[in-house]
């Protein structure tokens, strides 16, 4: 079969183990992969309503045993790293089911673990039945290819995602929802996992340059080199679904790269808004009630824009972290409010979306 000899900005079609084998080696920045999870889910799962929960179960996420998972994982795991550039950096992510047979692969494979991100995302489904904790999180591991390379890092444009401190490895990002989710002509979601942008936005701005080559062996719907797009990065990814790939042309042909001036400029983070702006505007009253998340702790909103629990009065901020007994808290992403027509809980950054 014909050698590639590197593409770029391309969606290849096809299975990642073989169109990996005809790229180039060592001709990739960085790379992002959210490969199968291997779910092993075992008959449907409903709501408390009777609704039936839209879960991975898509034949793309079946394997024999763990044993299959785990050959699979090594083969396209040694396919990437084969074409890694020595300094490439490549982030995987994946949930409880997978993440640590990955983690374990890439160490056995010689990768160097740098971090493991904890995505909160702080819209997750509940756990219906009751029986564990609420699966609110997803795990990225980093790795660089090899102990001691120079891999791409950014760190003082990560403060800048962190009110200027150093960005830590738990991220709270909402899952993807709204305009930016893709949707059948039915309405119905395209794809059951997509990403959300602004996890990649901060994977791509973090470890990449401009004029990097940004690969996903996984692609989806495009999350990746959308993003990528928009940010001047080359990108590159293989998908083996016709359908997902084709989605995945036309929305990374429609993104438009954002103004050389923005260049590097963290889009995902929103203005600075004092939030008693949002009192000011009418989006928010004295008096109303907000919800911590994932407790459901009540707090009222003061005249000036401080909140009230009990005898503790602070920020969004500020209280968030002292009920959670966190050092600090996001309370733009860790407060809902009640939408009093459907009873519906939304965070607050999405009313913060407005003001700005
Ligand atoms: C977890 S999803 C990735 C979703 C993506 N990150 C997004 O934002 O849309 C994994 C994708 O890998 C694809 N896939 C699974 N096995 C594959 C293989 N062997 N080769 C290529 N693609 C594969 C699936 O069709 C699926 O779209």
């Given at each position: 079969m014909k050698k590639h000899h590197s593409p770029l900005d391309q969606v290849l079609e096809g299975d990642c183990l073989e169109q990996l084998s005809l790229l180039d080696e060592c001709s990739v920045d960085v790379v992002f992969a959210d490969p199968?999870?291997?779910?092993?889910?075992?008959g449907d799962l409903w709501r408390p309503n009777l609704t039936l929960v839209d879960a991975v179960?898509?034949?793309?996420?079946?394997?024999?045993?763990f044993a299959a998972y785990d050959r699979f994982t090594e083969e396209w795991l040694r396919g990437v790293r084969r074409v890694m550039k020595d300094n490439a950096s490549i982030w995987v992510s994946g949930t409880y089911h997978n993440i640590f047979r990955v983690g374990s692969v890439m160490q056995q494979l010689g990768f160097w673990i740098l971090n493991t991100i904890?995505?909160?995302?702080?819209n997750a489904m509940p756990n219906?039945?009751?029986?564990?904790?609420?699966?609110?999180a997803e795990f990225v591991i980093w790795a660089s290819k090899a102990e001691g390379s120079r891999y791409t890092f950014h760190h003082h444009l990560m403060k800048r995602y962190n009110d200027g401190k150093q960005m830590g490895s738990v991220w709270s990002i909402p899952l993807c929802g709204g305009a930016e989710r893709l949707r059948d002509a039915e309405g119905k979601?395209?794809?059951?996992t997509q990403k959300p942008e602004a996890l990649l936005e901060r994977i791509i701005l973090a470890s990449s340059n401009v004029g990097d080559v940004v690969f996903d062996?996984?692609?989806?719907?495009g999350t990746t080199a959308a993003v990528a797009r928009k940010q001047h990065r080359h990108w590159l990814g293989i998908e083996r679904d016709p359908i997902y790939a084709q989605a995945a042309r036309q929305r990374i042909d429609a993104v438009i790269p954002v103004g050389e001036d923005q260049?590097?400029?963290?889009?995902?983070i929103p203005p600075r808004v004092p939030f008693r702006k949002l009192l000011e505007r009418g989006l928010l009253q004295a008096g109303q009630s907000l919800y911590l998340v994932p407790t459901g702790q009540q707090a009222i909103i003061l005249a000036d824009g401080s909140l009230q629990h009990g005898d503790l009065i602070g920020s969004i901020h500020g209280l968030a972290a002292q009920l959670k007994g966190?050092?600090?808290?996001?309370g733009w992403m860790n407060w809902q409010i009640e939408?009093?027509?459907?009873g519906d809980r939304v965070v607050l950054d999405a009313l913060r979306k407005q003001v700005t």
């Open positions: 199968p999870y291997n779910l092993q889910l075992r179960d898509d034949e793309w996420d079946r394997f024999a045993d904890c995505w909160h995302k702080p219906f039945r009751g029986k564990r904790l609420k699966n609110d979601k395209l794809h059951p062996p996984f692609m989806g719907t260049l590097d400029v963290p889009t995902a966190a050092p600090s808290c996001n939408d009093t027509a459907s």
